[in-house]
């Protein structure tokens, strides 16, 4: 399940414009120019599989508090804003297209001014 998850959220990631891969800390992560999308499994011992992402101002709290099964301030960077989503709450798998919306939020609060209208050119 969790290389099928992976892999799913590096198509999302990759589609974006001049988006790259690193490992950071571990694991896969996403950049343009700085990261914007790192995939969290299990961190030190979590039992949960999760993305923390860059949030557009006021989204993390929002949706922590809408949905804190789902959604979480995510350790290290949830005090710049950043908002963690656990990928393994359903039986089925997260949503994608709510993990494509997120991730897409994400990329248009790091993305260099330029490349941030491109998101929805290229969609």
């Given amino acids: 399940m969790e290389d099928e998850l992976v892999e799913r959220l590096r198509r999302v990631c990759l589609a974006l414009p001049e988006v790259t891969e690193k490992i950071s800390h ?4 996403w950049f343009v120019r700085k990261m914007f999308v790192g995939y969290v499994g299990h ?3 979590d039992e949960h599989l999760a993305i923390w ?3 557009p101002e006021g989204a993390q709290e929002e949706m922590v508090t809408a949905e804190p099964a789902r959604f979480f301030v995510p350790p290290y960077v949830g005090h ?5 989503m656990r990928l393994d709450v359903e039986p089925e798998g997260p949503d994608w297209d709510e993990v494509r919306e ?3 939020d994400a990329y248009r609060v790091i993305a260099p001014k330029r490349l941030a209208p491109r998101v ?3 969609a």
């Fill in 53 to 55: 992402v860059a949030a």
């Fill in 102 to 104: 997120v991730v897409t």
């Fill in 26 to 29: 571990g694991s896969p992560s």
């Fill in 80 to 84: 710049r804003g950043w908002l963690g």
């Fill in 120 to 122: 929805d050119q290229d």
């Fill in 43 to 45: 961190h030190h011992g």
